[in-house]
């Protein structure tokens, strides 16, 4: 009998992508799961474990087992899950279909024999596979850690710098309920030359500090990085389109208001901002993510020629 349901916030219930979700039935990881090596750059090993178990959660709590399949020919990157399973199996964390554990009651195989069988299973294709109570709590605390770890602020030390957006970003979409939404701001600063010709870049410099304040201020619960020179952004989890909209128009407009007497341009314009806002319920990459709302602002700015609006989009 599979064990009682926890609590739903006990739950890690993300849809992860490039997996096959079937409710009431097994999961399985196909050929095209997630990339672990993006840039040809290993990610933390935190990551793998952190995918793997929410994938194996989302799929006990359904009272059934998530199917890892082994591809043919096994990659490098397989080689790293399948490192994670057996580790995560002599730690305890998840089960595979024969079970050393019986979900509460006394071991039914050493733990040799269950490596070994899991062995067995995969030299055969795939192993099925359920998470135990010890299994959510390392999940929960590897999210902490990944989330909190080695935690670097920009230069201007206000908002969190550019290393943590990618990782962050990875964590937050992994970590979604089943279509929870996820929003994204990234916000470009106008017409900076003309600020620095203007203001000098001491003066452009305190422009950027109070724009990046007011960012951090106007996102909160979510969490402003520096993404370049005058490039920032924000990570908005549980978040949809209405509400990142309205939190960025709020944003733009305090900017329009607190620069208002800095004239630039001739006395022409005032510093001010673009934001482009995007939202997903679906999986994603989140390297794709940031790329189509990149795309989305500079497009508004270079071949729109807009200015010191919010633009929006929706990722399917």
């Not at 399985?28 to 750059?41: A, I, K, Q, T």
Request: proline share 5%; with cysteine; charged share 30%.
């Amino acid at each position: 009998m599979p064990p009682n349901r926890p609590l739903q916030s006990a739950r890690a219930t993300a849809r992860t992508p490039g997996w096959n979700w079937k409710a009431n039935s097994a999961a399985s990881l196909p050929l095209n799961g997630r990339s672990f090596g993006r840039r040809g750059v290993m990610q933390d090993a935190r990551l793998t474990e952190i995918e793997l178990l929410t994938a194996i959660d989302a799929a006990s709590f359904e009272g059934s087992y998530f199917n890892y399949a082994r591809p043919n020919p096994n990659g490098r990157e397989q080689r790293l899950r399948e490192d994670a399973i057996y580790h995560l199996i002599l730690d305890g964390a998840i089960v595979n279909q024969h079970g050393y554990r019986g979900w509460g009651h006394s071991p039914t195989q050493p733990l040799d024999t269950a490596i070994m069988m899991t062995q067995s299973d995969l030299e055969k294709g795939s192993v099925s596979l359920r998470i135990t109570h010890r299994g959510r709590l390392r999940l929960f605390r590897l999210r902490a850690e990944i989330l909190n770890r080695d935690r670097v602020r920009e230069p201007f030390e206000i908002l969190w710098d550019m290393r943590h957006w990618e990782s962050d970003l990875d964590v937050h979409l992994q970590f979604r309920k089943n279509d929870d939404p996820c929003s994204i701001v990234l916000l470009d600063v106008d017409r900076l030359k003309a600020v620095n010709t203007a203001l000098t870049h001491v003066g452009a410099d305190d422009v950027l500090r109070g724009i990046f304040r007011i960012l951090q201020a106007g996102v909160v619960p979510g969490e402003a990085y520096r993404l370049g020179g005058d490039e920032a952004g924000a990570i908005l989890p549980n978040i949809d389109m209405d509400a990142a909209t309205a939190m960025s128009e709020r944003i733009r407009e305090t900017v329009e208001t607190e620069f208002r007497d800095k004239k630039i341009d001739d006395q022409r314009n005032t510093p001010t901002v673009t934001i482009a806002v995007g939202t997903t319920t679906k999986p994603i990459e989140p390297a794709k993510f940031r790329a189509e709302i990149d795309k989305l602002l500079v497009e508004t700015k270079d071949q729109r020629g807009k200015r010191n609006i919010v633009v929006t989009k929706a990722i399917e």
